[in-house]
């Protein structure tokens, strides 16, 4: 265990807690929407270009939410500290 790094603060901590109570629903609600449209409507045609076209705008919006989460649990403010120098003994 590095005795160097600090320990994490408890803000950081609920930030991506309460962040992922909000991302994990969306990300299932929209799993959920994507599989209903896929059993009732017919593929083909402009309703399969519009499906198509849904799916890739689903998959940003769980990823932009997904990274929204990671960014905010992160502890950005802080810069790392660098490595204590070790002498050499002349």
Do not use: C, H, N
């Amino acid at each position: 265990m590095d005795p160097y790094i600090t320990a994490p603060r408890q803000s950081r901590w609920r930030r991506g807690v309460y962040a992922a109570g909000l991302v994990i629903p969306f990300t299932a609600t929209q799993i959920w929407a994507l599989l209903v449209l896929l059993r009732l409507a017919p593929l083909d045609g402009l309703v399969g270009q519009a499906f198509v076209l849904v799916l890739l705008g689903s998959v940003v919006a769980i990823w932009a939410g997904w990274r929204w989460t990671w960014r905010l649990g992160r502890d950005r403010d802080r810069r790392p500290e660098p490595a204590p120098k070790t002498r050499i003994p002349t």
